[in-house]
């Protein structure tokens, strides 16, 4: 079993920028992309950003320009920096990995969420 740990949100103000990180623990053979999605009260969950195995990456219009997204292979981790933060940018982050365990059994797991929270 595969288990994503997310750190780093918190409250920030109007402008100001924030890292979230995500490391991913288990039988993992291999990832193949992680992510980032939000979910804003009384809203949908949506995605935020997201990078394969091979460095590509993709962004929701909201965050592009704003918010980048890397990541490490040992250990898996995938970090979001997320600069000129926005109201609108509050909302639970969580972390998204998808890959192989170590005995090939492909995964699709998500962290618990972290809080981010910008307001003056």
């Known amino acids: 079993q595969v288990q994503l740990v997310e750190s780093g949100g918190g409250l920030v103000q109007p402008g100001g920028s924030l890292t979230l990180s995500c490391e991913a623990s288990?039988?993992?053979?291999?990832?193949?992309?992680m992510g980032w999605y939000r979910q804003a009260p009384e809203k949908e969950r949506e995605l935020v950003a997201t990078?394969?195995?091979?460095?590509?990456?993709n962004y929701a219009d909201a965050v592009k320009g704003r918010f980048t997204i890397s990541k490490d292979y040992i250990p898996n981790t995938v970090y979001l920096q997320m600069n000129s933060l926005k109201p609108e940018d509050t909302a639970v982050y969580y972390c998204?990995?998808?890959?192989?365990?170590?005995?090939?059994?492909?995964?699709?797991?998500w962290g618990q969420g972290t809080q981010v929270t910008v307001s003056s």
């Open positions: 288990g039988t993992i053979y291999s990832v193949v992309a």
């Open positions: 990078v394969t195995s091979g460095g590509s990456t």
């Open positions: 998204n990995a998808r890959g192989y365990e170590a005995n090939m059994t492909p995964f699709d797991s």
